[in-house]
């Protein structure tokens, strides 16, 4: 195995600050309901408070960090695979020798987290994306190296038309 890679832990910052959300607001229901709630109807109120927030935090929090955990992309000598899935296991395999081209895309956040898109092309068959990719020049590098041999990389490119980067 030349690599295995889960996806970047970024993608779990969005469904973080909804299970912050969630809880600082069910927090304050709970608080108000203790403060100015009737008594007969206190209980009710609140665990409905808390069933609400157990749902938003199961949707928004524990379904993206399950996905995020059990989904990983491998790199062998022969293969290119990708597994996702807890209770039902999905995955595909694309063989060496059947990939035509790899990309990589990176934005300005991929940049300062250094992640990115990594775009493999099978041949006769459209271009797979794996996003948020952990270390992503490194995974371009190695399958370009185990694909295309590793005489013909890519050339530097330029900065401004001026300085050749390294």
Same mark, same amino acid.
């Given at each position: 195995m030349l690599m295995q890679r889960h996806p970047?832990?970024?993608?779990?910052?969005?469904p973080?600050?909804?299970?912050?959300?969630?809880?600082?607001?069910?927090?304050?229901?709970?608080?108000?309901i203790e403060v100015s709630a009737p008594s007969g109807i206190r209980g009710i109120a609140i665990l409905f408070v808390v069933f609400v927030w157990l749902l938003t935090v199961i949707?928004?929090?524990?379904?993206?960090? #399950?996905?995020?955990?059990?989904? #990983?992309?491998?790199?062998?000598?022969?293969r290119i695979a990708v597994r996702e899935g807890l209770l039902s296991r999905r995955g595909f395999d694309i063989p060496l020798q059947r990939v035509a081209g790899v990309r990589f895309r990176c934005g300005f956040t991929d940049r300062l987290a250094k992640t990115g898109t990594l775009i493999i092309s099978p041949v006769g068959e459209p271009p797979f994306e794996f996003a948020h990719l952990p270390a992503v020049r490194d995974a371009h590098a190695v399958l370009y190296e185990h694909i295309f041999g590793a005489g013909t990389a890519p050339k530097g490119r330029r900065f401004f038309g001026l300085l050749k980067a390294k």
């Open positions: 970047h832990w970024k993608m779990l910052l969005g973080a600050a909804w299970m912050i959300a969630a809880t600082a607001i069910a927090g304050a229901l709970i608080g108000l949707t928004k929090f524990f379904r993206p960090y #399950v996905s995020w955990w059990r989904t #990983v992309l491998i790199i062998t000598d022969h």
